[in-house]
């Protein structure tokens, strides 16, 4: 009876030993042939450790090792912790640097891993090397094909396209630059109606007091305008004549009406006006009739 508890015992001890064991699982580079000089091949090992065993990091190979013309170059550990047992993954990256005028056989080297007590093996894994060029240095001088010169880019269109986009950008400039500017930086800005908005805006930024005679001078600027564009004096009487002759001032027609109107009774009445008001209203209109003489309306 008590040997065969004994041998309970030792095979429950075994069984125990057996199951606390790491396993290993290797991913090799997909390729075991046509490797060149300078090519990186990875490898990953994934290490299932059981219970608290942890993997020995200072045991795992330093990078930069050379080995059989293959550099150890890279090495990256993870670990992740799952029910009752630890996953290592371990990245090694070799890169090959052996020069062989002949295809050869070439291996990743071993590798040991250490987890808790127990030693992991790698095994080698051998792949074939395929030479750039064979026959040595002096078959690749004579081998070797002039560079060819980077094709030119035909730039024609894009300059066209570049000039387009200037001229566009130049004329719209100029389009605003006519619609909206008061000064007259250009030949075709320095129409009569121009002069007169300039004239009174200018009036109406002045420090002095608006006063009747102030009032009367910017109904001056005015007339002067409608008589230069009607080619002589302009009264009430003579606004259908003026539009029919200026069709571009039509729109304006029944404010060119009131301002005539007006006008008559600032110069003949004697009544009081708020003058400040009505330079106010007369440098919005000049700026309406400024747009029809340019004709943007």
């Known amino acids: 009876m008590q040997c065969l508890l004994l041998a309970a015992s030792v095979l429950l001890t075994a069984n125990s030993s057996l199951a606390a064991a790491p ?3 290797v991913v090799n580079p ?3 042939y046509g490797v060149h000089i300078g090519d ?20 795992l190979p330093k990078k930069g090792r050379k080995q059989n013309g293959i550099e150890l170059v890279g090495i990256a550990v993870q670990s992740q912790a799952q029910s009752g047992h630890t996953r290592y993954t371990v990245q090694f990256d070799y890169q090959v640097f052996a020069a062989s005028a002949t295809p050869s056989v070439m291996y990743l080297p071993a590798e040991k891993l250490t987890v808790a007590a127990t030693t992991v093996d790698i095994p080698a894994w051998g792949f074939w090397f395929s030479p750039l060029v064979t026959g040595g240095t002096t078959t690749a001088r004579k081998n070797i094909l002039p560079e060819v010169k980077t ?17 566009m950008t130049v004329i719209s400039l100029l389009a605003l630059l ?15 109606f121009a002069r007169a908005h300039r004239q009174l805006k200018r009036l109406a930024k002045s420090a002095k007091p608006k006063t009747a005679a102030e009032e009367k001078k910017a109904l001056v600027y005015l ?6 564009h009607y080619g002589a004096n302009i009264f009430a009487r003579d606004v259908d004549e003026f539009v029919r002759l ?8 029944q404010e060119i009406t009131q301002f005539f109107e007006a006008s008559n009774q600032s ?22 009739l400024r747009d029809c003489e340019r004709g943007v309306s």
Do not use: C
Request: zero cysteines.
């Open 267 to 288: 110069l003949y009445d004697v009544k009081n006006r708020d003058s400040r008001q009505v330079i106010a209203q007369l440098v919005q209109l000049s700026k309406r």
């Open 223 to 228: 007339h002067q305008a409608f008589n230069q």
């Open 178 to 192: 006519y619609i909206n500017a008061d000064g007259q930086w250009l030949p075709f800005m320095g129409g009569a």
């Open 40 to 59: 990186v091949l990875t490898r990953t090992l994934v290490v299932e450790a059981s219970g608290g065993d942890t993997l020995a990091k200072n045991t």
């Open 151 to 167: 094709p030119l880019i035909d730039s024609h269109v894009h300059q066209q396209g570049l000039v387009v986009s200037l001229s």
């Open 246 to 253: 200026r069709p571009g001032f039509k729109g304006l027609q």
């Open 23 to 25: 396993t290993l699982s």
């Open 30 to 32: 997909p390729s075991t």
